[in-house]
């Protein structure tokens, strides 16, 4: 049987250390090894429990949550929890899985576990079978790609954008266009998310190509591309 994730939640709010233990609660596959009120308390908790999720909320007195995460030496898989948007960027410099913005709903909170989950199992393949908070797994830097009767070895930083067009997707990139039966779905699956997002049902983004945002359009490069309004928030949320 699979070991739960084991998760400190560090807020000073208590209302907000209540909700995120209830959440915890609702899923078998974690376990809430503490809740603290203050980073001084949640140093104590690592020092003497192996953690491998963090909650952390940034807004806090006498330390911040980021100031707090800068002081780790082995930092365990961490989650953002803010009423504050505005450090969604610093948090992604300081590889941090995910950030909810409060007030977050069950089905969000799931989302960044299903990442943080999923960076906790590539550590274990990657260490056979050990996890280790500070641990990380190797860096994949392209995708395999099917057509025209070969397999392209596609590197991510060449990707632009990637198009769905009924039973294909198409690649984008500074020479050209590749065709490739599959669905967007896979693929958003498949790709790392701190490299690409999602920004409409037909269109998956390379975050480092996006040069502006505008209304529901992004330019990449050349390209103006739609952004759905389902998917504007995350776009926002992740890359401005």
Not at 106 to 128: H, S
Not at 203 to 219: H, P
């Amino acid at each position: 049987m699979q070991q739960p994730i084991r998760c400190l939640v560090v807020d000073d709010e208590e209302l907000a250390r209540a909700l995120l233990g209830n959440f915890i609660g609702r899923l078998p596959n974690l376990e809430l090894a503490a809740s603290c009120a203050n980073p001084l308390e949640a140093m104590a908790v690592l020092q003497q429990q192996s953690i491998d999720l963090l909650f952390l909320d940034i807004q806090m007195p006498e330390l911040t949550g980021v100031e707090f995460l800068r002081t780790l030496q082995r930092k365990p898989i961490v989650v953002f929890t803010t009423a504050y948007a505005e450090y969604a960027l610093e948090g992604y410099t300081l590889d941090v899985t995910d950030y909810l913005l409060k007030p977050f709903s069950f089905e969000r909170f799931v989302q960044a576990v299903n990442k943080a989950a999923a960076m906790l199992q590539a550590k274990a393949n990657a260490a056979g079978g050990t996890v280790h908070p500070a641990d990380t797994a190797p860096a994949k830097d392209h995708i395999l790609v099917k057509a025209d009767h070969k397999v392209h070895r596609l590197k991510y930083e060449d990707i632009l954008y990637i198009q769905s067009m009924r039973e294909y997707t198409a690649f984008y990139t500074a020479t050209g266009r590749i065709l490739s039966l599959g669905s967007l779905k896979n693929l958003e699956e498949a790709l790392p998310p701190e490299r690409f997002v999602r920004i409409h049902k037909s269109y998956i983004v390379a975050i480092s190509k996006i040069d502006t945002l505008e209304g529901n359009m992004v330019q990449v490069g050349k390209e103006k591309l739609p952004v759905g309004a389902s998917y504007r928030e995350e776009l926002v949320r992740r890359v401005f």
